[in-house]
């Protein structure tokens, strides 16, 4: 799983890059000043939780422990990048603004993989 984990958040962090050239190029004179944040919100959490991530799928090839909980952190950030900045991008690229109702669904994502890291913290030998 450490694998599958390292190359998603390689993938993540790739593109949260080439999100943010993007952004500051690209959408700069399109997107208001306020969408224009709206996006660059999703590329932060998307970054931050690709280096998330990759920390995950380093403590699973490094510890020696049941992978449950180190998995689930992993599956709840991807899950949330998914949900919270997809969902940031879409409203800001479209302008829905319903899928502004989404993003928090994709917030407890991330709340949840933390959580579960804590568990993980303390189920350490």
Not at 10 to 20: E, K, R, S
Not at 66 to 91: D, E, N, R
Not at 99 to 105: E, H
């Amino acid at each position: 799983m450490e694998r599958i984990f390292i190359a998603i958040a390689a993938i993540f962090g790739g593109l949260a890059v080439a999100g943010g050239a993007f952004a500051s190029h690209a959408l700069k004179d399109k997107l208001s000043t306020s969408a224009l944040a709206i996006f660059e919100t999703g590329i932060k959490y998307q970054m931050y939780h690709a280096l998330a991530l990759l920390l995950v799928a380093i403590l699973l090839s490094r510890m020696d422990m049941s992978p449950g909980f180190l998995t689930a952190t992993g599956v709840a950030f991807i899950v949330g990048i998914f949900i919270f900045s997809g969902s940031l991008y879409t409203l800001s690229l479209t302008g829905i603004k319903w899928l502004g109702a989404i993003t928090p669904l994709g917030g407890v994502a991330f709340l949840v993989g933390w959580g579960c890291l804590v568990v993980a913290a303390l189920k350490m030998k």
